[in-house]
């Protein structure tokens, strides 16, 4: 859990606020009851702090009961139970897979408005790995070392905010 909150600590955070055109999905597939999905709204979000203690309590609540249905237990915080393709298929259309051997993201052509695709601190599996390429997914890498979830979150908003400077 500590893994997918700094990842959306990342993702979401600038020095004073909140980006506010960014959409989070956190995929569970660990016990007790996998697979759960975690949606976060920046735009419509209210609580959701720097600290990853405050948001773990706004995760286990959208975890809490959740169902086939998306739901949303807090503002801009959204639980269901979907796998791995479904989750791709409520974020997508336009996908950037993020791995080791990827071509460099700072030559890189991306798609507008993609989805960016990573895994925590386990690779993807093989069928994971192919549902994203399927779908027509960029393959980019950060540079030689591989990194942190969230390091690699924020190198790519590094390089987007550099792109749209």
Same mark, same amino acid.
């Not at 920046?42 to 975890?63: C, E, G, H, K, T």
């Given at each position: 859990?500590?893994?997918?909150?700094?990842?959306?600590?990342?993702?979401?955070?600038?020095?004073?606020?909140?980006?506010?055109?960014?959409?989070?999905?956190?995929?569970?597939?660990?016990?007790?009851?996998?697979?759960?999905?975690?949606?976060?709204?920046?735009?419509?979000?209210?609580?959701?702090?720097?600290?990853?203690?405050?948001?773990?309590?706004?995760?286990?609540? #959208?975890?809490? *009961?959740? @169902?086939?249905?998306? $739901?949303?237990?807090? +503002?801009?915080?959204? !639980?269901?139970?979907?796998?791995?393709?479904?989750?791709?298929?409520?974020?997508?259309?336009?996908?950037?897979?993020?791995?080791?051997?990827?071509?460099?993201?700072?030559?890189?052509?991306?798609?507008?408005?993609?989805?960016?695709?990573?895994?925590?601190?386990?690779?993807?599996? #093989?069928?994971? *790995?192919? @549902?994203?390429?399927? $779908?027509?997914?960029? +393959?980019?890498?950060? !540079?030689?070392?591989?990194?942190?979830?969230?390091?690699?979150?924020?190198?790519?908003?590094?390089?987007?905010?550099?792109?749209?400077?």
């Amino acid at each position: 859990m500590d893994i997918l909150l700094n990842a959306a600590n990342a993702a979401l955070h600038v020095a004073h606020g909140l980006r506010r055109d960014v959409e989070v999905g956190l995929l569970l597939l660990g016990p007790p009851d996998p697979p759960r999905f975690v949606r976060l709204e920046s735009f419509r979000l209210r609580n959701f702090q720097p600290d990853i203690r405050s948001n773990a309590a706004l995760v286990r609540l #959208a975890l809490k *009961d959740a @169902s086939r249905i998306e $739901r949303e237990t807090s +503002p801009g915080v959204f !639980g269901s139970k979907a796998g791995f393709e479904e989750a791709l298929d409520r974020l997508g259309p336009a996908f950037v897979y993020l791995r080791e051997g990827g071509k460099d993201i700072r030559d890189a052509i991306l798609p507008a408005d993609a989805t960016f695709v990573l895994s925590d601190n386990q690779d993807l599996t #093989a069928a994971e *790995d192919r @549902s994203v390429l399927d $779908r027509g997914a960029v +393959p980019v890498g950060l !540079g030689p070392i591989p990194l942190h979830t969230d390091h690699a979150i924020a190198l790519v908003n590094n390089e987007l905010d550099r792109r749209n400077v």
